[in-house]
Structure formats: C-alpha cells, structure tokens
Nanobody
Framework: QVQLVESGGGLVQAGGSLRLSCAARGNIVGIDAMSWYRQAPGNQRELVAVISSGGSTNYADSVTGRFTISRDNAKNTVYLQMNSLRPEDTAVYYC?????????????WGQGTQVTVSS
C-alpha cells in the first residue's frame, strides 16, 4: 500500500502563491508518474499537472505558465508551486501516484487539501 500525505493548502488573495507538497509513504517501490488533480464544488475532478519518474511534465492549459510541478525522488515527494493564483483556482487539490506492480498499474490518492483564492 501507498499513502500520500498532502500539505500546503490554505487561503490566499488573488495574485498570490502557494506550494503544495505530497509525500509518498509505505511500499513506494514502483511508483511511476505522480500528478495533481483538483475538484471544485459541482465540477468533475480535473488533471492539473503530471510529472513522470524521469521528470517530464504536462499541464492543463488553464495553469500553464503559472503552476510548476516538480518531484524529489530521494524524498518521494512531489510539489506543486502555484503562482498568480486566481479565484477560479479555488478547489480541493488531490495528489495521485501511479504504481506499477507485475505489469499492472495501481492508482493511489491523497486525502486532498483545500486551496481558496479570494478576489
């Protein structure tokens, strides 16, 4: 089992910054891509950013140029640096990790951290 522990959410004014962290614990051998999703009230969960084990990244169009995903493999931690925050970025942010075991991919989720951006 893999546990993902998130931190760093909070309340910030529009234009401000926050950094989210997600630490993977437990049986972490085989963790491949890690990503951040978010879900606003009444909306479906959407992918924000993903980073491969080798460091390749992809972003949703809505956050490109404002958010940066990174990972520290030695600490088994993924980060999401969020700059120039907008009220529409308000959501619960979830960390996700893909773990490959015996050629099967398992998906693990964190508990979520609230990000609120005031106008």
């Amino acid at each position: 089992q893999v546990q993902l522990v998130e931190s760093g959410g909070g309340l910030v004014q529009a234009g401000g910054s926050l950094r989210l962290s997600c630490a993977a614990r437990g049986n972490i051998v085989g963790i491949d891509a890690m990503s951040w999703y978010r879900q606003a009230p009444g909306n479906q969960r959407e992918l924000v950013a993903v980073i491969s084990s080798g460091g390749s990244t992809n972003y949703a169009d809505s956050v490109t140029g404002r958010f940066t995903i990174s990972r520290d493999n030695a600490k088994n931690t993924v980060y999401l640096q969020m700059n120039s925050l907008r009220p529409e970025d308000t959501a619960v942010y979830y960390c996700n990790a893909d773990k490959v075991t015996n050629k099967l991919t398992y998906h693990y989720w964190g508990q979520g951290t609230q990000v609120t951006v005031s106008s």
